[in-house]
């Protein structure tokens, strides 16, 4: 039994290597992971969750709070979700001036209304009807004004310089009524132009609410009947997520399992010809914000990161990572420390579990039962069974401080 109980130097050098070594790769992926926090792309578990599988996918794709990126394609939300980042630009560079807070609101919401300087109006233009409800002349400020919610057609700046006897030239010079008249005719083509710029949010509103082709179209004339109602892309995809869960839920044979497999695929690539153009949109808007500051403003850095329940997941992942990876590499709390890291690395495991009858994860690895993180979590359960922070570790010297203070004591007594 002795035998038993005895741990060679050599053992104990290598199970010390393998502590640090475990350690240095969690400090490491923590530290890479940080530094993408200042970049374009912070790095984020949504993507590894969204793809879980097994008896626990649905806890662990629920982490992200949107696991098929639904909100992505609600107009609403992503509005809410603009206007949020907008107030978070502001928040995070106090010292802008006037003119960049103007042109921030204009990009991400659009102006309230467009405007272009005109002395009079020419005799007989009046603006009647729907016209009326578009376009406007201020006598006061000299102006005319567009509303900004409503913006000017190619139509409507037709009918409206069709109103005064000008022309424009092959060289672009305006010919023929008074000099108010082609100032008034310059003007609607002035007017025109900024009317129509779209913000982002109007952008995506047009392409989630306004393409038929994404947000399907309905026919009045045949409302009620099979061709009353022309299904867009983004029904099509919710109704595609439902039939997967459906059939997911009775699947129990592998032949099954490698169709619904095929039909994810399909899935995914539905969800990214939706999503990525919105997404780019987004990475845009965050691109042409950041062009309207001056190098000191940015030196704040980027923007803080909304508060949603991914970014508290990535967060928390995040500084598990660093903070446990420091604990193993200085020895310091290394029994909890690694008990710890085996639980972070128990769930990393369970997400895609090598188990029989769950769909194999992707990539060029191939493990049944065990795989590395895996081994990795017996790995630091071995660590947490022996005292390896007081063979090399900041344990060690806390030991042997109050063991030696033991000792003095049990003298003096």
């Given amino acids: 039994m002795q035998d038993l109980k005895r741990i060679t130097g050599i053992a104990i050098l290598f199970i010390v290597v393998l502590r640090l070594s475990i350690g240095w790769q969690l400090l490491y992926e923590g530290l890479w992971k940080i530094d993408t926090l200042s970049s374009n792309r912070p790095w984020t578990a949504a993507g590894y969750l969204n793809n879980a599988k097994g008896p626990f996918r649905d806890h662990f794709r629920n982490m992200t709070g949107d696991p098929n990126d639904l909100n992505w394609l609600d107009a609403d939300k992503v509005k809410a979700k603009w206007l949020g980042w907008e107030q978070r630009f502001l928040n995070h560079y106090p010292n802008l001036t006037d003119a960049q807070k103007s042109r921030l609101h204009q990009m991400v919401s659009g102006s309230d209304y467009f405007a272009a300087e005109l002395s009079a109006l020419p005799?007989?233009?009046k603006f009647n009807g729907s016209l009326g409800e578009v376009i406007e002349y201020d006598p006061k400020r000299q102006r005319l004004i567009v509303n900004g919610e409503k913006h000017l057609t190619p139509a409507e700046k037709q009918r409206l310089q069709k109103m005064v006897p000008v022309k424009k030239g092959p060289n672009g010079k305006l010919t023929g009524g008074t000099a108010l008249d082609?100032?008034?005719?310059?003007?609607?083509?002035?007017?025109?132009?900024?009317?129509?710029?779209?913000s982002y949010i109007e952008k995506m509103q047009a392409s989630l609410r306004g393409n038929p082709e994404l947000a399907g179209q309905i026919d009045v004339e045949q409302e009620g009947t099979i061709d009353g109602k022309r299904v867009g892309k983004i029904e099509q995809y919710k109704i595609a997520l439902d039939r997967y869960e459906q059939r997911l839920a009775k699947a129990d044979q592998d032949f099954k399992m490698d169709h619904l497999n095929k039909i994810w695929s399909e899935i995914q690539s539905m969800k990214a010809s939706l999503v990525n153009p919105i997404r780019a949109m987004e990475d845009e808007m965050e691109s042409e914000a950041s062009k309207l500051l001056t190098p000191e403003q940015l030196a704040a850095g980027p923007v803080p990161l909304e508060n949603t329940q991914i970014h508290r997941v990535n967060m928390m992942t995040i500084y598990s990572l660093t903070i446990l990876g420091v604990l193993l590499l200085i020895g310091f709390g290394t029994r909890i420390a690694a008990l710890a890291s085996a639980?972070?690395?128990?769930?990393?495991?369970?997400?895609?579990?090598p188990w029989p009858g769950v769909p194999p994860v992707p990539g060029p690895e191939h493990s049944f039962i065990i795989n590395k993180n895996l081994i990795e979590v017996l790995a630091l359960l071995a660590i947490a069974a022996l005292p390896t922070g007081t063979w090399f570790g900041i344990d060690g010297l806390v030991y042997r401080f109050f063991h030696s203070r033991k000792n003095k004591t049990n003298k003096t007594n």
């Fill in 123 to 125: 005799p007989g233009v």
């Fill in 343 to 353: 639980g972070m690395l128990l769930s990393f495991y369970l997400v895609m579990p």
């Fill in 182 to 198: 082609r100032e008034y005719f310059d003007a609607v083509e002035k007017v025109y132009a900024r009317s129509s710029r779209l």
